[in-house]
């Protein structure tokens, strides 16, 4: 039978001790009628621990002392404090967890991930009589919900709080992280929202994984192959050459095109195109901080641009799969414009190198692109607008119109640039290449740019589809 004892609990403001830190409480955080304590249970994956906490009910909500939690949890690998009203607990990078926040709680203590309030409570401060000292306690069902976002399974059943481990994965090493990590952020930075409907078939990933809803999101758009089909993978430690693939999977691109691709291969063309840099080893296990190299970087070539400086940006040309946007139809009489693997990475190659050697700059309320280097051998450039062209070489302090700018038009000397104003109408950018042997020239690649109250607007317009990226 469980041990019954009537405690009085104090009503005037005090310090609570869980362990040993000591935060102020309020009135409206202690407990003013004497309520019966009970003690409870609280069992690990099928086995009674040594936690034996004694819990109240108040306003039929039953609260459980703090500490116990907390033990738990330490033991559990997971470092967390109490202090100045916030319970905060830390989560390896590698372990998933739920950090979204409840915007609709409130209350006078509140619990946080890795430092990050996620939802607010009402706690009360009471005299646990097992230690006969001041404590917090929190509402069962809070800390129920605090488990599910580190994917612990909570059930009280009124008498026991039983906890089920069995979803979470084995810690990595402090710079080493999963796999699911970088489908998370894919999946956000391209807008997959999570799918947690049905059961995992996974024996590795249970449904009760705060990373399930992004994994299977991410499986279901073909952005990640599970290792089998009883196995995802997915927590393992994320290599470059997995990264390379999974974005490679993200901006839709088929293994029957990679001739078409920068690189030729997920490994090249992620260097190629700037998202994993080039030093990188493809065994190489991602860190927490390359991660976010990344990430950011997918986001700035979502995005068409980075920002420089205060007044500049470089282009970054927007990634597509080139077989479609760009080579799609690229012949005469059956006979191809690039045929052979050689002269498609030369052209995509060079596509790629133009649109990303671009540069934009505010000169006081203007936007002025910048050509910084002149095209050689085949390739050139086209500039169009609504009206007139203006341009300048750099130096030269005369600004020039035309209907439409032709690179093999104008000359500018090594370590001169070739200035473009961008009126309100935005301009159109084309790299193209001569084909002497069809008497004619062929457009690979498309960028409209505009600058305004909005600031640097940048899309890719897939010449050969009617999309675009």
Not at 244 to 269: F, K, M, R
Request: proline share 7%.
């Amino acid at each position: 039978m469980a041990d019954r004892k009537t405690w009085m609990l104090r009503t005037a403001a005090f310090a609570v001790c869980a362990g040993s830190v000591a935060v102020p409480v309020t009135q409206a955080s202690v407990a003013r009628p004497t309520p019966v304590m009970e003690q409870r249970t609280i069992v690990l994956n099928g086995e009674p621990t040594q936690a034996k906490p004694y819990t109240f009910s108040q306003n039929g909500v039953v609260y459980m002392p703090l500490w116990y939690v907390m033990n738990v949890l330490q033991q559990l690998g997971f470092l967390n404090t109490w202090k100045q009203g916030v319970w905060n607990v830390t989560v390896p990078m590698s372990i998933p967890a739920d950090t979204s926040p409840d915007t609709e709680s409130a209350g006078n203590a509140a619990i946080a991930l890795n430092g990050a309030v996620v939802q607010r409570l009402q706690g009360i401060a009471a005299t646990d009589p097992a230690s006969g000292k001041l404590t917090m306690f929190f509402p069962v069902a809070n800390i129920e919900q605090l488990m599910g976002r580190l994917g612990i399974v909570a059930t009280w059943d009124g008498t026991t709080l039983s906890l089920d481990t069995s979803a979470l994965p084995t810690p990595l090493a402090a710079d080493q992280i999963g796999i699911w990590n970088l489908l998370v952020a894919v999946d956000q930075v391209f807008g997959v929202a999570p799918d947690t409907s049905g059961t995992s078939p996974y024996a590795d990933l249970s449904t009760n994984s705060p990373a399930w809803g992004y994994v299977h999101a991410s499986i279901e758009k073909g952005i990640y192959q599970p290792i089998s089909s009883n196995q995802a993978g997915v927590f393992a430690p994320l290599t470059v050459a997995m990264a390379d693939q999974v974005l490679w999977n993200a901006y839709g691109i088929s293994s029957d095109d990679a001739a078409y691709q920068p690189g030729g291969s997920p490994v090249a063309w992620a260097s190629a195109v700037g998202l994993v840099p080039s030093p990188w080893k493809s065994t190489d296990f991602l860190t927490p901080q390359e991660l976010a190299t990344v990430v950011s970087n997918v986001h700035n070539n979502l995005k068409g641009f980075v920002e420089t400086g205060k007044s500049s940006w470089q282009i970054c040309y927007p990634i597509g799969d080139e077989a479609t946007a760009s080579f799609a139809g690229d012949s005469r009489n059956g006979q191809p414009f690039f045929p052979s693997n050689a002269s498609v990475q030369s052209a995509v190659g060079q596509t790629y190198q133009f649109f990303d050697s671009l540069q934009v700059v505010k000169q006081g309320h203007s936007y002025v692109l910048v050509v910084p280097n002149p095209p050689t051998g085949t390739g050139f450039c086209y500039i169009t607008t609504f009206g007139n062209v203006t341009y300048e070489i750099s130096g030269q302090s005369k600004w020039t119109n035309a209907f439409v700018l032709d690179t093999r038009d104008v000359q500018w000397a090594k370590g001169h640039t070739l200035l473009v104003q961008i009126p309100s109408s935005g301009l159109t950018i084309t790299w193209n290449q001569m084909l002497p042997l069809f008497s004619g020239t062929v457009v690979l690649g498309e960028l409209q740019l505009s600058a305004g109250a909005q600031g640097l607007q940048v899309q890719r317009m897939n010449i050969n589809s009617s999309t675009t990226s």
